[in-house]
């Protein structure tokens, strides 16, 4: 026997051997769980109970005092939030639509009134105006607010963050809207 016939009958004796083992596993594997036992199955582990707090709902139906957040906003870090909406939204006077509608005049105007801009079913059905508190909760969870929106953006959850954005936004108008007393 040459040396080449002795590396084949290496490389098939190899794959023999795991073909046998692989066998050799599941069949173990089978009599270890017996997988068609007539027997009733048994429950492994313990259950553990816990007690169930609200905590998570508290905190999200928590109070937020946006007058005293638009106090302390900063309208400079509001501008540089906005580079976020810079993609899908126009912040500039007589700004083209884009994924999303120009957002020049936003506060005070009622929700979904563009005539030049489809919005989603979901905002045209909310008769409302976009007060400060509107946005608020708009831009924190905007699926939340309109399920069904087409706006994909997943929010700004930090209160600070978004009181800024919300200052930049106001200013952003022909006759800026007051803040909230």
């Not at 429950?43 to 508290?58: C, F, H, L, S």
């Not at 936003?106 to 979901?122: E, F, K, M």
């Not at 831009?139 to 399920?147: D, E, F, G, V």
Request: some cysteine; aromatic content about 8%.
């Amino acid at each position: 026997m040459s040396k080449e016939d002795l590396e084949m009958n290496k490389v098939a004796a190899s794959i023999l051997l795991a073909g046998v083992i692989a066998m050799l596993s599941a069949f173990a594997t089978n009599i270890m769980y017996e997988p068609n036992s007539p027997y009733i199955e048994q429950k492994r582990g313990y259950k553990i109970d816990v007690v169930e707090t609200n905590t998570k709902k508290a905190a999200e139906e928590e109070e937020i005092d946006i007058v005293a957040l638009l106090a302390s906003a900063d309208i400079a870090k509001g501008q540089k939030t906005a580079k976020k909406c810079v993609a899908c939204h126009s912040f500039d006077k007589g700004g083209a639509n884009k994924v999303g509608p120009a957002l020049w005049n936003l506060v005070g105007r009622p929700i979904a009134s563009l005539d030049n801009y489809t919005y989603s079913d979901a905002l045209k059905a909310i008769d409302k105006n976009w007060t400060y508190d509107e946005l608020f909760a708009f831009i924190k969870a905007p699926k939340k607010y309109a399920k069904g929106t087409k706006m994909s953006f997943a929010g700004i959850r930090k209160n600070k963050q978004l009181a800024d954005l919300l200052l930049y936004l106001g200013s952003k108008n022909d006759n800026p809207p007051s803040l909230p007393q």
